[in-house]
């Protein structure tokens, strides 16, 4: 199998590693935070001490991490992946980051002879656990289609939406909306409740309605009502607050740029930025309800 050297363990980063290595890949894997790397290694994966003794022998690098800033040092640093990896190294970068920031990634990278597609995922940590993600993909075909064998053991679909870039604007449209749906779900929960109706009624009869959506039926914000979700661990291991605030800071970003109006999203990022300064940045945006149901 081929040699993979994974960069970002975090809590879709790792879930997405472990993947690939019961599915006989050999796996180099390095993150800022050392437990996350033994958990690999426990699974049998090849621990790093650095991002390049991750990739120096890797035939293909994936890397998921936080955004803008970290993607360009992990690429593009002294001692980054486009200067410790081989060329013709296949580049994977699932992060959701600007547009423009997978633009100049994948022109530095062809420029030093490497080949890259943008393929940020959606799914939540339980896609990423159950191998069932979305792959929504920037790049050129060839490329897409070399990667299709390495992401078909982390995910179910595969959407190449354009050239570099593209799957990142993508990924904004969507997290947008779900934030939106997110806070009209906790909304319309948080009413119900209020009523004295069981949350599990209310949102078994939602689901059957026209209200019905991801974030109800698949990860319902409201504790009690559905297991293996952060609502029903007190939001913890999910999609953290912190970067729901950074993804609707992108969308908003690409909006004023083509004057492209998203009011709701607006105020979606008005709100998710409320409840992080509160102190609840590393909760699952999930967590949102919890003040919306404040009284």
Request: with cysteine; net charge positive; charged share 15%.
């Amino acid at each position: 199998m081929q040699q993979i050297g994974f960069v970002g363990l975090g809590n879709m980063g790792g879930p997405m590693a472990l993947n690939l290595v019961k599915a006989g890949y050999h796996l180099t894997a390095y993150d800022v935070m050392p437990e996350a790397v033994h958990k690999l290694v426990a699974a049998g994966a090849t621990a790093a001490k650095t991002v390049a003794d991750a990739v120096s022998a890797a035939e293909i690098v994936i890397t998921m991490l936080p955004g803008d800033t970290q993607v360009k040092q992990v690429y593009m640093g002294d001692k980054g992946v486009l200067n410790s990896g081989k060329k013709k190294t296949l580049l994977i970068d699932c992060s959701t980051i600007s547009a423009q920031v997978a633009q100049d990634v994948a022109i530095a990278a062809a420029t030093q002879g490497f080949d890259m597609i943008d393929a940020p995922v959606s799914g939540g940590t339980s896609g990423a656990a159950s191998a069932t993600l979305t792959f929504i993909i920037g790049g050129k075909n060839a490329v897409v289609e070399r990667a299709k064998p390495v992401l078909e053991k982390m995910g179910k679909n595969f959407f190449h939406a354009g050239d570099h870039g593209a799957g990142q604007i993508a990924k904004i449209c969507n997290n947008m909306l779900l934030a939106v749906l997110m806070i009209g779900t906790s909304e319309a929960l948080n009413l119900g409740v209020a009523y004295g109706l069981d949350p599990k009624v209310i949102s078994n009869i939602i689901s059957k309605s026209s209200g019905r959506n991801w974030a109800l039926e698949m990860y319902n914000p409201m504790p009690g009502v559905m297991d293996n979700v952060p609502s029903a661990r007190q939001y913890s291991g999910g999609f953290g607050t912190g970067l729901m605030v950074k993804d609707l800071g992108l969308a908003e970003e690409a909006a004023l740029a083509k004057k492209a109006p998203t009011p709701l999203g607006s105020l979606a990022r008005q709100l998710y930025q409320l409840h992080d300064q509160a102190g609840n940045r590393s909760l699952d945006f999930s967590s949102i309800i919890q003040m919306i149901g404040k009284r």
